[in-house]
C-alpha cells in the first residue's frame, strides 16, 4: 500500500527519530494511531488502516445544538445543574456562528430541557434555562458503594415552536475527585466520591481487538460486567490505545466502574511543533466534550509513563523534548481542561508525584507502577516491604487455558517454547521469568497442561499477595489496579480475562480479594524470611496475623476463626473471634505465633462468617508449595441441577473445576478445601465431562 501508515512512520522516523517502546515499531509517535497497533509487549504488530467507526453527513438547516456543557453544584441535599449550550446557527448569509455570539432569541430560537429521573419523574423546563436546582437528588455511586443513578437529560432545540435538534444523555449526580493531603506517611491519593474516601478496585484496559472494527457494544458489555461481577471499583484505560466509544461510557456508568481515562500517549517522547499541538488540541476538545458528562469519569490523566521514562532519560535527554512535555502535559492540557472540565480532575501521567520530574514513581506520593516483582524477577513477598499510596500498575503474567491455546496451536506446537508459542508471547524474557517463578514454587510440570494451569496459580497468587497487603493498610494506600484486564489478540500477558473472555485464575481470585468484606492473613513462614535453608536444622519464625478489610458502607459484626491443621485436614487447633468492623476501614485480630507447627505437613485456615455463612476463607503453609506435604485428595466430582459438588480426602489447595464444554462460568473456581464438601453454585453453562484437579497434580 503506497501511504500505508508503516511507510509513513519508517520515513518520519528516519528524518526525526523520535524513540519510544522497544516492543513497538520504530517511529509510531509520529502518527494519531493507538500506539499498540505497531507492537507492545502483549500484542503483535498489526496496523489497521481505515475508517473503523460509523460515520455520516449531517444537514442542518437553520441550526444545531454543538456542544453541552452541564457543571453540578451540590449542597444541602440539593444539586444545582448549571448548563451551557452552545448552538451553531446558519444566519440569511449562511454563516455559521457560536450561540454564544448573541443571545439565541435574536434568531427566534430557544432551546426546552426534560428531565427523567431514575423513578421516572419527569420535569420539563420550556425557557432556555441556565440553572436546574434538584432537590433531594438520588446520588450515582461506584459498584458497591451505593447505587448507579443516572438522569435522563433531553434538551431540544426550537424555533417556531418545532423541534430542529436534540441533544440526549444521562449523566450522574455525583462529586468525584482526588484527595491530595500531607500526611505521616507522605502524601495521599484517594477518589472521593460525594465525599467519601473510597479504595480503587480495578485494572487496567487496553483495545478488546487489535482489529478495533471487532468491537461491539455486547462484547464490550460482557467485558464490563464481568468486571463488576468480580468486585471491581474502577477501569483504567491506558494511553497507548484508543479511547473508548460512547458505549464503553454508558456502561461503566451503569455497571457503576469509575474511569481512569489516559489522554492517547504511551511511552515515547513527542515534538510539540505548530502542526502537532493543532491536531492534538482539536482531538481532546473532540473527546473531552464527548465524554465529560458521564458519571464514571473519574479523572484525566495525561500520559503512560512518558514523565517516569525521561525523568530516567531512557527516551532522551534533550532540553527541548523534555520542555515539550512539560508545555503539553502541564500547560496546555490543564489549559484546555479549565475551560472544557473544570470539575475533572487532571493528573499529568501515571506514574506521577504530581509533575515536573519531581521523582515521579514515588511510594510516597501520587500512584505509582511497581514492577519488581515480575519485570525485576523479586520475589512477591516483596509487595509487602512497601505501603504505596496508590498502585495503578502491577502485574504478573500467566499462559491463557488449554482450551484458548488450542484455538492458535496444532497439537505439535503446544511446547511453550514451540515457535508458535513463542510467537504468542511478545514479552521476550517472560517465558523464562514464569519458568524461574515456577520453580521456586511448584514441582516441576511433567506435561503442558499442568504448566499453564501453574502459570495462572503463580499469577493469581502473586497478584493476591499483593492486594491484600495494600488493602490491609487502607488509608495510606487507596488504590489497586492490576495490570491488565484483557487481550487483544490470542498470547501470553498479563490479563485476568483472555482475548477468548476464558476467566483466568486471577478473576476468579479477585472476586475473593476485591471483596466488600475481605479476611486476609499476613504469614510469617520461610519465604518471609531471609533464611538459608541448606544447613539443618535451622529456625523459621511462623506466625498468623489476620486482618479484615471492610469495604462497605457498613459497620458490620463477624466471627472470624482460624484452625491449625493437619495436611489430612484435621484441626489440631482453633480459636474464635466475634468482631466489630467499622465502614471503610480495616481492622488487624490479635498476631498469633506459631511455634509448634510443623513446616512442611501443617498448615492455617482462616474463615469470616456474616449470618451464619462463610464470606471470606483462606488457607496459609508456611513454606514453597512444592515442599510441602501434600497428600493426595482423591477428588471427587459431581453435579446436582445448577450446583457443583467436590469431595476431598485431605487439605487441596486451588482446585480447579475444569468443563469439557465451552464457557462454563462458576460461582467460585480455583478454591481451597480442608478436607470434605465442597459446593459451587452453577453461573452459565452446561457441566458436561467435568474434571477437577489441585496443587497435588502439580508434578
Request: with cysteine; glycine share 6%; aromatic share 12%.
Given at each position: 500500500?503506497?501511504?500505508?501508515?508503516?511507510?509513513?512512520?519508517?520515513?518520519?522516523?528516519?528524518?526525526?527519530?523520535?524513540?519510544?517502546?522497544?516492543?513497538?515499531?520504530?517511529?509510531?509517535?509520529?502518527?494519531?494511531?493507538?500506539?499498540?497497533?505497531?507492537?507492545?509487549?502483549?500484542?503483535p504488530?498489526?496496523?489497521?488502516?481505515?475508517?473503523w467507526?460509523?460515520?455520516?453527513?449531517?444537514?442542518?438547516?437553520?441550526?444545531r445544538?454543538?456542544?453541552?456543557?452541564?457543571?453540578?453544584?451540590?449542597?444541602?441535599?440539593?444539586?444545582?445543574?448549571?448548563?451551557k449550550?452552545d448552538?451553531?446557527?446558519?444566519?440569511k448569509?449562511?454563516?455559521?456562528?457560536?450561540?454564544?455570539?448573541?443571545?439565541?432569541?435574536?434568531?427566534?430560537?430557544?432551546?426546552?430541557?426534560?428531565?427523567?429521573?431514575?423513578?421516572?419523574?419527569?420535569?420539563?423546563?420550556?425557557?432556555?434555562?441556565?440553572?436546574?436546582?434538584i432537590?433531594?437528588?438520588?446520588l450515582?455511586?461506584?459498584?458497591?458503594?451505593?447505587?448507579?443513578?443516572?438522569?435522563?437529560?433531553?434538551?431540544?432545540?426550537?424555533?417556531?415552536?418545532?423541534?430542529?435538534?436534540k441533544?440526549?444523555?444521562?449523566?450522574?449526580?455525583?462529586?468525584?475527585?482526588?484527595?491530595?493531603?500531607?500526611?505521616d506517611?507522605?502524601?495521599?491519593?484517594?477518589?472521593?466520591?460525594?465525599?467519601?474516601?473510597?479504595?480503587?478496585?480495578?485494572?487496567?484496559y487496553?483495545?478488546?481487538?487489535?482489529?478495533?472494527?471487532?468491537?461491539?457494544?455486547?462484547r464490550?458489555?460482557?467485558?464490563?460486567?464481568?468486571?463488576?461481577?468480580?468486585?471491581?471499583?474502577?477501569?483504567?484505560?491506558?494511553?497507548?490505545?484508543?479511547?473508548?466509544?460512547?458505549?464503553?461510557?454508558?456502561?461503566?456508568?451503569?455497571?457503576?466502574?469509575?474511569?481512569w481515562?489516559?489522554f492517547m500517549?504511551?511511552?515515547?517522547?513527542?515534538?510539540?511543533?505548530?502542526?502537532?499541538?493543532?491536531?492534538?488540541?482539536?482531538?481532546?476538545?473532540?473527546?473531552?466534550?464527548?465524554?465529560r458528562?458521564?458519571?464514571?469519569?473519574?479523572?484525566w490523566?495525561?500520559?503512560?509513563?512518558?514523565?517516569?521514562?525521561?525523568?530516567?532519560?531512557?527516551?532522551?535527554?534533550?532540553?527541548?523534548?523534555?520542555a515539550?512535555?512539560i508545555?503539553?502535559?502541564?500547560?496546555?492540557?490543564?489549559k484546555l481542561?479549565n475551560?472544557?472540565?473544570?470539575?475533572?480532575?487532571?493528573?499529568?501521567?501515571?506514574?506521577?508525584s504530581?509533575?515536573?520530574f519531581?521523582?515521579?514513581?514515588?511510594?510516597?506520593?501520587?500512584?505509582?507502577?511497581?514492577?519488581?516483582?515480575?519485570?525485576?524477577?523479586?520475589?512477591?513477598?516483596?509487595?509487602r516491604?512497601?505501603?504505596?499510596?496508590?498502585?495503578?500498575?502491577?502485574?504478573?503474567?500467566?499462559?491463557?487455558?488449554?482450551?484458548?491455546?488450542?484455538?492458535?496451536?496444532?497439537?505439535?506446537?503446544r511446547?511453550?517454547?514451540?515457535?508458535?508459542?513463542?510467537?504468542?508471547?511478545?514479552?521476550?524474557?517472560?517465558?523464562g521469568?514464569?519458568?524461574?517463578?515456577?520453580?521456586?514454587?511448584?514441582?516441576?510440570p511433567?506435561?503442558?497442561?499442568?504448566l499453564?494451569y501453574?502459570?495462572?496459580?503463580?499469577?493469581a497468587e502473586?497478584?493476591?499477595?499483593?492486594?491484600?497487603?495494600?488493602r490491609?493498610?487502607?488509608?495510606?494506600?487507596?488504590g489497586a489496579?492490576?495490570?491488565?484486564?484483557?487481550?487483544?489478540?490470542?498470547?501470553?500477558?498479563?490479563?485476568?480475562?483472555?482475548?477468548?473472555?476464558?476467566?483466568?485464575?486471577?478473576?476468579?481470585?479477585?472476586?475473593r480479594?476485591?471483596?466488600?468484606?475481605?479476611?486476609?492473613?499476613?504469614?510469617?513462614?520461610?519465604?518471609t524470611?531471609?533464611?538459608?535453608?541448606?544447613p539443618e536444622?535451622?529456625?523459621?519464625?511462623?506466625?498468623i496475623?489476620?486482618?479484615?478489610?471492610?469495604?462497605s458502607?457498613?459497620?458490620?459484626?463477624?466471627?472470624?476463626?482460624?484452625?491449625?491443621?493437619?495436611?489430612?485436614?484435621?484441626?489440631i487447633?482453633?480459636?474464635?473471634?466475634?468482631?466489630?468492623?467499622?465502614k471503610?476501614s480495616?481492622?488487624?485480630?490479635?498476631?498469633?505465633t506459631?511455634?509448634?507447627?510443623?513446616?512442611?505437613?501443617?498448615?492455617?485456615?482462616?474463615?469470616?462468617?456474616?449470618?451464619?455463612?462463610?464470606?471470606?476463607?483462606?488457607?496459609?503453609?508456611?513454606c514453597?508449595?512444592?515442599?510441602?506435604?501434600?497428600?493426595?485428595p482423591?477428588?471427587?466430582?459431581?453435579?446436582?441441577?445448577?450446583?457443583i459438588?467436590?469431595?476431598?480426602?485431605?487439605?487441596?489447595?486451588?482446585?480447579?473445576?475444569?468443563?469439557?464444554?465451552?464457557?462454563?462460568?462458576?460461582?467460585?473456581?480455583?478454591f481451597?478445601?480442608?478436607s470434605?464438601?465442597?459446593k459451587?453454585?452453577?453461573?452459565?453453562?452446561?457441566?458436561?465431562?467435568?474434571?477437577?484437579?489441585?496443587?497435588?497434580?502439580?508434578?
Open positions: 500500500m503506497k501511504n500505508h501508515s508503516t511507510k509513513f512512520i519508517k520515513e518520519a522516523y528516519e528524518k526525526n527519530p523520535l524513540n519510544g517502546s522497544s516492543d513497538a515499531m520504530n517511529g509510531f509517535p509520529h502518527i494519531r494511531k493507538a500506539h499498540c497497533m505497531f507492537g507492545w509487549d502483549w500484542g504488530r498489526l496496523p489497521d488502516a481505515g475508517i467507526r460509523s460515520l455520516g453527513i449531517l444537514g442542518v438547516n437553520e441550526g445544538i454543538d456542544n453541552v456543557y452541564i457543571s453540578q453544584n451540590h449542597k444541602e441535599k440539593k444539586v444545582s445543574l448549571n448548563f449550550v448552538i451553531k446557527i446558519n444566519d448569509s449562511n454563516t455559521l456562528r457560536f450561540g454564544v455570539d448573541k443571545e439565541i432569541s435574536d434568531y427566534d430560537f430557544r432551546y426546552k430541557v426534560t428531565i427523567t429521573s431514575p423513578d421516572n419523574e419527569i420535569i420539563v423546563y420550556n425557557d432556555s434555562i441556565n440553572e436546574i436546582i432537590d433531594n437528588p438520588k450515582w455511586w461506584p459498584n458497591g458503594y451505593g447505587d448507579q443513578n443516572l438522569y435522563n437529560i433531553l434538551i431540544e432545540l426550537i424555533k417556531d415552536d418545532v423541534v430542529i435538534d441533544w440526549e444523555n444521562k449523566i450522574g449526580l455525583r462529586t468525584l475527585t482526588i484527595s491530595r493531603e500531607k500526611d506517611y507522605g502524601e495521599s491519593f484517594a477518589h472521593v466520591v460525594n465525599g467519601v474516601k473510597i479504595f480503587a478496585m480495578g485494572a487496567d487496553i483495545p478488546e481487538d487489535n482489529i478495533l472494527a471487532y468491537v461491539n457494544k455486547e464490550t458489555y460482557n467485558l464490563l460486567k464481568q468486571c463488576k461481577d468480580v468486585n471491581f471499583n474502577i477501569i483504567r484505560v491506558w494511553g497507548g490505545g484508543n479511547y473508548p466509544y460512547d458505549d464503553f461510557f454508558n456502561i461503566c456508568d451503569e455497571l457503576g466502574l469509575m474511569v481515562q489516559d500517549f504511551a511511552c515515547a517522547v513527542y515534538e510539540l511543533n505548530d502542526e502537532f499541538e493543532e491536531n492534538i488540541t482539536n482531538e481532546f476538545i473532540d473527546n473531552i466534550r464527548r465524554i458528562h458521564h458519571a464514571c469519569l473519574a479523572l490523566c495525561g500520559n503512560n509513563e512518558m514523565e517516569m521514562f525521561m525523568d530516567n532519560n531512557l527516551w532522551t535527554s534533550e532540553k527541548r523534548l523534555k515539550d512535555y508545555k503539553l502535559y502541564e500547560y496546555i492540557i490543564p481542561l475551560k472544557e472540565d473544570p470539575q475533572t480532575f487532571y493528573w499529568p501521567a501515571s506514574p506521577s504530581g509533575g515536573s519531581d521523582n515521579p514513581n514515588d511510594d510516597k506520593r501520587g500512584d505509582v507502577h511497581y514492577w519488581d516483582v515480575w519485570h525485576g524477577n523479586k520475589p512477591i513477598t516483596e509487595y516491604k512497601f505501603l504505596f499510596r496508590y498502585v495503578s500498575e502491577f502485574g504478573f503474567q500467566s499462559f491463557p487455558s488449554l482450551k484458548s491455546v488450542e484455538m492458535f496451536t496444532e497439537p505439535e506446537d511446547n511453550i517454547f514451540s515457535y508458535i508459542m513463542e510467537k504468542h508471547q511478545r514479552n521476550a524474557t517472560a517465558n521469568k514464569i519458568m524461574n517463578y515456577m520453580e521456586q514454587t511448584f514441582l516441576y511433567t506435561n503442558f497442561d499442568t499453564l501453574a502459570s495462572q496459580l503463580l499469577q502473586a497478584i493476591r499477595y499483593g492486594v491484600e497487603h495494600f490491609r493498610n487502607r488509608g495510606i494506600c487507596m489496579i492490576i495490570w491488565q484486564l484483557n487481550d487483544c489478540w490470542p498470547v501470553a500477558s498479563w490479563s485476568s480475562i483472555d482475548y477468548y473472555g476464558r476467566w483466568k485464575a486471577l478473576h476468579y481470585y479477585a472476586k480479594f476485591f471483596a466488600p468484606l475481605m479476611l486476609s492473613c499476613d504469614e510469617e513462614g520461610i519465604l524470611q531471609d533464611i538459608n535453608p541448606n536444622p535451622f529456625e523459621v519464625k511462623k506466625s496475623h489476620l486482618c479484615i478489610s471492610n469495604e458502607m457498613y459497620d458490620e459484626v463477624v466471627i472470624v476463626n482460624w484452625k491449625h491443621r493437619k495436611n489430612t485436614g484435621e484441626i487447633k482453633e480459636k474464635s473471634y466475634k468482631v466489630e468492623i467499622k471503610l480495616s481492622v488487624w485480630l490479635e498476631k498469633i506459631l511455634p509448634e507447627l510443623s513446616l512442611y505437613d501443617e498448615y492455617i485456615s482462616y474463615e469470616m462468617i456474616k449470618d451464619n455463612k462463610v464470606i471470606s476463607s483462606g488457607t496459609t503453609i508456611f514453597a508449595p512444592k515442599h510441602f506435604k501434600f497428600i493426595n482423591n477428588l471427587n466430582i459431581s453435579v446436582n441441577g445448577d450446583e459438588t467436590i469431595l476431598s480426602d485431605s487439605y487441596a489447595r486451588s482446585i480447579e473445576v475444569i468443563n469439557e464444554e465451552d464457557n462454563l462460568l462458576l460461582e467460585d473456581n480455583y481451597d478445601i480442608n470434605g464438601i465442597h459451587v453454585k452453577i453461573i452459565k453453562g452446561e457441566p458436561k465431562g467435568l474434571k477437577v484437579r489441585s496443587v497435588y497434580d502439580i508434578r
